[in-house]
């Protein structure tokens, strides 16, 4: 009796270079590749990169869940997307979140995952892809940091200038002989009878309040201050 297996021949050696083909990709990419299991949140199989990204072994990976790496503020980010991929829900998700490395300290990731079928139409594991954001986070954080204080800083200028008797106003003077008046205070109205809106939007009322026979003087004593950038007073 003969059979022919040619077929069978076929696909086996087709589902070889496959794994084949998944292997050296796996192993060779530049982002964290992460396949774990949803109910249980261990880990099935994870890149080199991976382990380098977060400082430990691949052998002490496996013994630990994502929930074990994952920084305890963003765990409450994983939990219900995962219970909603079991639910079949949703087929993926996508977050920015935390891991804590072997040596204690963060690393942020971009992190996307996506659902493993199984053969029974059931969602077999999770595939997660994370690139280290890091850099990018620190610099954000420092941003916020910087516009914090820049504001509290505002906030504290214009609370003092609001109870000093006269103006203060912030005034540019261009090298094209353009002007601006980008802040006022609201001493102006006792001072001038004009709202600080009022200045704000032209800044050529400023000089038309100037007494003529003062005009060039302080049109000269700007000039000179925009020119050596020193204080000046008359």
Known sequence: MAADVTDNRRAKAALIESEERYRSIFAQATVGLVNAAF????????NPRFCEMLGY????LMEKTVLDITHPEDQSKILPD???????????FFHEKRYIRKDG???????????????????????????????????????????????????????????????????IFRSDNTDQVIYMSPGCRDSWEL????????????????????????????????????????
Request: charged share 30%; glycine share 8%; net charge negative.
């Open 39 to 46: 109910e249980t949140m261990r880990f099935i199989d994870l």
């Open 82 to 92: 995962a219970q909603k991929v079991v639910d079949g829900i949703i087929s993926c």
């Open 105 to 171: 300290s963060v690393l942020w990731s971009s992190t996307g995952v996506s659902v493993v079928w199984g053969g029974d139409g059931q969602p077999k594991h999770g595939l997660a892809v994370a690139q280290d954001i890091t850099d990018r986070k620190q610099l954000e954080l420092e941003r916020k940091k910087a516009e914090d204080q820049l504001r509290q800083s505002e906030q504290r200028f214009r609370n003092m200038v609001a109870n000093i008797p006269g103006v203060i106003f912030r005034y």
């Open 195 to 234: 709202g600080a809106e009022t200045l704000v939007a032209d800044a050529g009322i400023l000089w038309d309040m100037v007494h003529s026979e003062d005009l060039c003087s302080v049109i000269k004593g700007v000039e000179e201050s925009a020119r050596t950038l020193k204080p000046w007073s008359m």
């Open 57 to 60: 072994s691949r052998e002490e």
